[in-house]
């Protein structure tokens, strides 16, 4: 299954980025009492770290970045 985790990241990436709603739903990272109301953008930001290879500048604490 390890041989799958670049294929299995880039599609999570790719229906989170794809799905229309705002905030986060069930369809892209679950339901949004469980996750939080910005769960969508910190989904986002850590599936694109993770197939990408960057943290989003706008992530990274000030004395970091």
Not at 19 to 36: H, I, L, Q, Y
Not at 48 to 57: K, R, Y
Request: proline share 8%.
């Amino acid at each position: 299954a390890y041989e799958l985790e670049a294929e299995v990241l880039r599609a999570a990436l790719s229906i989170v980025r794809g799905c229309a709603c705002e905030g986060g739903c069930p369809g892209c990272v679950g339901p949004r009492a469980d996750v939080g109301p910005d769960a969508k953008s910190v989904c986002e930001d850590v599936l694109a770290c993770l197939v990408e290879g960057a943290w989003p500048a706008h992530r990274m604490p000030s004395a970091i970045a």
